[in-house]
Structure formats: C-alpha cells, structure tokens
C-alpha cells in the first residue's frame, strides 16, 4: 500500500531554536498534505493543509509564522517549528492523500516526538 | 469544538469476543466516517469507512454501523484477536481539506 516516510521520527532541541520535519509519499503523489499535532491522550488536532505549490492553509489559533509549511513538490512537505519552545513540545503528524484515489482515506507518517528544553 | 467524539478512553475484552467501539459526532455536515487504528510510535492507518449514503460497511472481522439520525457510529470487531490491541480513532469529513478526529479508545484484547 502506499507509504508515507516522515522525518525525523523524534528530537531533542534547545529553546529558541528551529526544528524542521519531513513529509514524504513514497510512491504516490500527493498535492494535499496535512499536519496534524497529538497531545497526550488527546485527539490528532489539524494544524494545517499543505497544498503544492501554494500557500498552506491554517487552521484557527495555529501560528502562521510559527509553524512554516512548505509543499514544494507533490511527494514532499516540509513543516518547521520555528523559535521552538517547551510549550511546543508534543508529537506531530503528517498524512497525505493519493491523487489518483477516488477514496477519502489518508496515509499517515509515523509521526515526529518533539522534545523542546 | 469537539465535533467527534469517542467518549470510552480505553476498553478492555477477552480474545474470540466482540469489541465495540463507539463514536459520536455533532456536525450534520459529515457525509463520510473513517476508522482508523494506531499502534504505539506509528502513524495511524487506514481501517474502514462508510459514507453517509449506507448504514453499514463490512471488512472482513471489521464492521462499521452509521446511525444518521443519532449522529452514532461505531466499530464492530468480530472475533477479537490480541494483535487488534491499539487505539482506534473515528475520523468525519465533510469536505475536501477537513476531517476531525476523535480522541481514541485504547483497545486491549486479551488471550
């Protein structure tokens, strides 16, 4: 089935640094991508949709400026957590949808722990 | 705003018996549901879905029943086996960019 590599699967960073994640369908094309952040016993809470080659699409109250999505190709998003901080720490996924499914489903990446100090 | 909702945290049955998992949602708007299931450090995958035209989809041990007009679904897994243990979340979508999630139900098949 189809995959999606995300990466890295966690860090470690200092408080006031940049952290990037990727996002990759492997063998399929995917010019909608989405972010997603998951709180501790808590649902997976949309950040925001990655659209190739436009801008992302944010949901309310996700920091525009905080979390850059950048949808460069259609197998590749990126998502950085920029001048993190420890109230940024949580874990983090991505999913994308096939172009060529009629489905609704979506793949998910592993997802990213993110530790900030 | 909570618009799905999966009200048991965890659930607990014995192997070869009948899990049930359950979920709600408030927007009317949903025409299409999706179960999803995740192991430990995984991203979640793809489980079953059922779109709002039918009231239920079967897959094998794995059946969906959509209550519309008690904006209920739920999951049936039938017999359970212990390698289903995972969290299991509901997902509703209603349009291209926005499907929302439950909480999850951690699910505990026992042998």
């Known amino acids: 089935g189809a995959v999606v590599s995300q990466h890295p699967s966690w860090v470690i960073c200092k408080s006031g640094t940049s952290v990037k994640i990727e996002c990759r369908s492997l063998d399929f094309q995917a010019t909608t991508m989405f972010w997603y952040r998951q709180f501790p016993k808590q649902s997976l809470m949309l950040m925001a949709t990655?659209?190739?080659?436009?801008?992302?699409?944010?949901e309310q109250g996700v920091e525009k400026d905080k979390f850059l999505i950048n949808h460069a190709s259609l197998t590749l998003s990126t998502l950085t957590v920029t001048s993190a901080h420890p109230e940024d720490s949580s874990f983090y996924i991505c999913?994308?949808?096939?172009?060529?499914?009629?489905?609704?489903?979506?793949?998910f990446g592993s997802g990213t722990q993110l530790s900030v100090l | 705003d909570q618009q799905v909702k999966q009200n048991s945290p965890s659930l607990s049955v014995q192997e070869g018996r009948i899990s049930i998992l359950n979920c709600d949602y408030t927007?009317?708007?949903?025409?299409?549901f999706l179960w999803y299931k995740k192991y430990p450090a995984e991203g979640p995958t793809f489980l079953i879905s059922i779109s709002s035209i039918k009231d239920k989809n079967e897959d094998g041990r794995f059946t969906v029943f959509l209550n519309k007009s008690a904006k209920h679904l739920s999951l049936h897994i039938v017999p359970s086996q212990p390698g289903d243990s995972a969290v299991y979340f509901c997902?509703?979508?209603?349009?291209?960019?926005?499907?929302?999630f439950g909480a999850g139900t951690r699910l505990t098949v026992k042998p």
């Open positions: 927007n009317s708007m949903f025409d299409y």
């Open positions: 999913s994308a949808r096939d172009d060529w499914e009629t489905n609704e489903k979506l793949f």
């Open positions: 997902a509703a979508y209603y349009n291209n960019n926005d499907m929302r």
């Open positions: 990655s659209n190739e080659g436009s801008k992302a699409t944010y």
